[in-house]
């Protein structure tokens, strides 16, 4: 990185420290691209890697004060977060992963969660649609409707941000119902 790029850097994340929206753009264009490019090779999976993209840069916002350009350049700081949290999120979700393959599938409390014939289909459907959800939201899916665990447990268990794990419930959520609501239209259209 030449001299010029770490100015640049340090007068972008100096007006992010100051609270400048139109500079946290700057700074996600500027660095995000290589970031989910790291993100994807340590966690293996597109979507995984933009819902950590997504919670490091939620970090960054709120961190941003954190920032030492004495300590070392933009970029490598950018990078150490990233690549912490990547490795927070790979341990606890495959601690979490075999504690619910330990327990039972989804698909075994389907019969559990769903008595009523007329919402049967829907929630087949639902769990055949969590399968293709990132890690993170089926897990925190998995764990607040399949289990009961409300959101603090979740983030206690999982070693997730609270913010993290409702985030992931809420996005989850929203794709089911998109799925779920495009197969409707599917459903009833000739």
């Known amino acids: 990185m030449n001299r010029s790029e770490n100015e640049d850097d340090l007068r972008i994340i100096t007006s992010v420290q100051t609270g400048d929206q139109q500079a946290f753009a700057e700074l996600y264009d500027k660095h995000s691209g290589w ?3 790291v993100a994807v090779r340590i966690l293996q999976n597109q979507r995984d890697a933009e819902d950590l993209l997504h919670d490091v840069f939620v970090e960054i916002w ?7 350009a004495e300590r070392g350049n933009l970029k490598s700081w950018l990078a150490v977060k990233l690549r912490s949290r990547a490795i927070d999120r790979l341990r606890a979700l495959s601690s979490v992963k075999q504690h619910i393959d330990s327990e039972q599938h989804p698909e075994d409390t389907q019969e559990k969660v769903s008595h009523d014939p007329a919402t049967a289909h829907d929630h087949s459907q639902a769990v055949l649609y969590m399968q293709h959800l990132p890690t993170t939201q089926r897990t925190v899916l998995e764990l607040s409707y399949f289990r009961g665990y409300t959101c ?7 070693q997730l941000p609270l913010g993290t794990v409702k985030s992931g419930i809420q996005r989850g959520i929203q794709t089911l119902r998109q799925q779920l609501n495009s197969q409707e239209v599917t459903e009833t259209c000739p």
């Open 35 to 37: 970031m989910l490019g």
């Open 152 to 158: 603090q447990e979740i983030a206690n268990y999982c």
């Open 62 to 68: 709120h961190k941003a004060g954190t920032f030492n």
